[in-house]
């Protein structure tokens, strides 16, 4: 059968001379090419052996030159998405919402092999028909809690498929509970047995100690934030695992919890029986599963909410400070606020696409500031300017300490720079007493001393936390660098 190549041959006679025209244009040669092959390969003498073979080569086109245009290489161009219009109240609804740490997204992203597991280990215990204790750990905003609700869903849909019976399921979240003991009543509202004089342990122990007439069903429990069951004697921790290994159980027992050696450290017990439960870890999101779950939340909009670049750079922070998504969801919705926030306050007519890099760049340091930053912009304005001049005469001679007079003195050079309404800086007396107040909150260290001015002064907080709490600041901002 002809192939293109072959055809192809067949372009230039033996008597014909190339051209070698340098100023004939590409695309000319390129369309007077592409006729001559039909003409070559239509007139070929395998035509009439075959056809449609020829057809179907006839048909073909030379794509390959470098002057072709992507249209012609790879099809039609993909549509571009619509501009969202944050102006609208209800798309902005809408990004606030899917954004939101109570929104459960449709996919749990870049979670799939350790839902398998657990599924696979479920699953194990379903076809086997016996009992069985797993526990999940890893830091907080890790997506544990989430992943076992789309697996307990999975579990229940794939039973009902291969002809299981329904099994019973119960999350139960530690931090409701008004006392420890309470999630052994909580389990036992699902087998709906009372025995009177016995507790709720007792009644499930009795329950999956003795043959019943009908088999239980299998009972899926998720219990969150299990560490809240740690108490001095460990007895309930120890005592809810135990119903996994008792001769008729038929619970599937999960466990979720921040710690990771939380079974080695306080069950040491079952290690002993043999019965530890097998640890599952979910590891802190790096930059790209943080970049790629913000946009799986995002993707159902039809449209572009951040700039590149900005998620980008929160995928980053994020990544870098703990992994936590709860974290970087939050700094995306306030990134989106600050957004809102230049659309209302603006006067003029300028169209609002995308968050910038400037709206996540002021979120992120709201998200990350330390909280001493807090305590600073909480002082009286003086208290501030002294903080504020102790930086600046630290950073001008280069040393760590110094004395009160000598604060005193530039401080008072630091207030008249501010020029505000006129006010006079404060008295000498007073000004001790301010130092004083900064030392009582930790901020300072004021040392003792036979004069009020030869008493030494040192920083306790960083500089920076400082430099950093002053940025913008409404009044500080005009006041000149010293150090300069």
């Keep these: 059968m002809p192939t293109l190549r072959s055809a192809s041959k067949g372009l230039q006679s033996p008597n014909e001379k190339p051209n070698s025209d340098p100023t004939t244009p590409s695309k000319k040669r390129s369309s007077s090419r592409s006729k001559e092959t039909e003409a070559v390969v239509c007139s070929s ?16 086109k030379i794509i390959s030159s470098p002057t072709s245009s992507r249209k012609r290489l790879y099809g039609d161009e993909p549509t571009q998405k619509p501009k969202w219009n944050p102006k609208d109240p209800v798309q902005m609804k809408a990004v606030k919402e899917a954004l939101h740490v109570a929104t459960v997204p449709s996919n749990v992203a870049c979670r799939d092999g350790e839902q398998n597991r657990i599924f696979d280990f479920c699953k194990e215990c379903f076809e086997k028909e016996r009992a069985g204790s797993l526990y999940v750990c890893g830091c907080p905003g890790t997506g544990k809690t989430l992943s076992l609700q789309k697996v307990k869903n999975k579990l229940l849909t794939w039973s009902k498929e291969v002809g299981y019976e329904k099994p019973e399921a119960v999350s139960i979240n530690c931090t409701t509970l008004t006392s420890t003991s309470e ?28 043959r019943q007439s009908s088999p239980p069903k299998m009972t899926l429990i998720i219990v969150d934030e299990m560490d809240y069951l740690i108490t001095s004697d460990r007895s309930v921790l120890h005592d809810l695992f135990m119903l996994t290994t008792l001769p008729f159980s038929r619970c599937i027992l999960i466990g979720i919890a921040n710690a990771i050696d939380l079974a080695d450290r306080f069950l040491p017990k079952l290690a002993s029986l043999n019965c530890k439960p097998p640890v599952i870890t979910f590891r802190a999101y790096n930059k790209n599963q943080i970049y790629e779950v913000i946009q799986e939340r995002l993707k159902g909009l039809g449209y572009d909410v951040f700039d590149p670049l900005s998620l980008e750079f929160c995928a980053r922070k994020v990544a870098a400070a ?42 992120l340091s709201q998200a990350f500031k330390p909280k001493i930053v807090d305590t600073i912009l909480s002082l009286p304005l003086h208290q501030q300017v002294i903080l504020y001049a102790l930086v600046n005469l630290f950073n001008r001679s280069k040393k760590n300490s110094t004395t009160v007079g000598e604060l005193n003195k530039t401080y008072n050079e630091t207030w008249k720079s501010i020029h505000r309404n006129g006010r006079t800086a404060i008295g000498a007396a007073e000004f001790t007493n301010m130092c004083q107040g900064l030392s009582d909150q930790g901020l300072l260290r004021l040392k003792q001393s036979k004069e009020e001015k030869s008493r030494r002064i040192t920083l306790t907080v960083d500089s920076s936390d400082i430099a950093y709490a002053f940025k913008g600041h409404r009044f500080i901002q005009d006041c000149k660098f010293l150090e300069e």
């Design 45 to 60: 003498p395998m035509a009439s052996q075959s056809d449609d073979a020829v057809a179907k080569v006839a048909k073909c």
């Design 183 to 210: 999630i052994f009543s909580k389990i036992l509202e699902k087998f709906e047995r009372t025995c009177n004089g016995l507790s709720p342990l007792q009644q499930l122990q009795r329950i999956f100690s003795q």
């Design 322 to 363: 703990s992994g936590d998504m709860r974290k970087a969801l939050a700094v995306c919705r306030s990134a989106v606020e600050h957004l809102e926030t230049e659309i209302r306050d603006s006067c003029d007519l300028q169209e609002f696409h995308t968050v910038t890099f400037d709206h996540m760049d002021k979120a």
